[in-house]
């Protein structure tokens, strides 16, 4: 059992038992010129986690590792968009308005897309979430409990809003959570930061955090 150095200990990788798990890595919040850009934030800020998120892909695929993508968004008729998330920031564009890549945040517009460089391939679910975290009014944990999985690795943006609520979800479910520091961003480096330091608190209160390198060099 391959042992990763990661905070508060080390976690006990159990290849068979484990997937990774890629949370929003949408063009919407990772591309200039998206609903992130268009709010202000610097996109700068998230496109950081790609590269290693990529390496960290191409590593699980090599290893048959179940990969999973989720995509925040909604159905075009914005039926399943509650209307406090909607109307939640008095936003000047919100969920559902025309944005620069079509509908934000909307089901089948170039924005909710996956950025090219991590587009999932055949056989990788992808799950399309309604809410911030991943198991929220989706089918992830069926999926997940399908195969057996017990451990997920996690990826993706934002670390302190998707990221830490999936992984508070999975840690209620009764999964470990191991998240790659550098697979993940923040528009708020301060938050970025807490958001890492709040999972791995408390002996590992939600979790596990590692570099990505370290799991690398486990599955090599
Ligand atoms: C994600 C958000 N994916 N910040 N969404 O974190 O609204």
Redesign the pocket.
């Known amino acids: 059992m391959p042992s990763i150095g990661a905070a508060p200990y080390a976690f006990d990788l159990r290849p068979a038992a484990a997937a990774l798990l890629i949370?929003?890595m949408?063009r919407d919040?990772l591309e200039p010129g998206g609903f992130g850009a268009v709010l202000g934030n610097d996109v700068a800020r998230l496109r950081g986690a790609i590269a290693p998120t990529r390496a960290v892909l191409e590593a699980a695929r090599a290893a048959a590792m179940l990969v999973i993508h989720t995509r925040?968004g909604h159905r075009p008729d914005l039926a399943d968009l509650p209307p406090a998330k909607r109307r939640r920031g008095n936003l000047p564009i919100g969920i559902g308005d025309p944005g620069p890549m079509g509908r934000i945040l909307v089901r089948g517009e170039p924005g909710h897309d996956i950025v090219p460089e991590l587009a999932p391939i055949a056989g990788e679910p992808v799950i399309d979430k309604p809410g911030?975290g991943a198991f929220h009014a989706t089918d992830l944990e069926a999926i997940l409990r399908g195969r057996a999985i017990a451990q997920l690795i996690v990826c993706?943006?934002?670390?302190?809003?998707?990221?830490n609520?999936t992984v508070r979800e999975a840690n209620d479910r009764g999964f470990d959570c191991l998240v790659l520091e550098d697979c993940t961003g923040s528009y708020f480096p301060e938050f970025h930061a807490a958001g890492l330091a709040m999972i791995r608190a408390q002996g590992g209160i939600f979790g596990w955090v590692a570099p990505s390198a370290r799991l690398l060099a486990a599955l090599s």
């Open positions: 949370i929003d949408q919040f925040e911030k993706g943006v934002t670390t302190e809003v998707c990221v609520t």
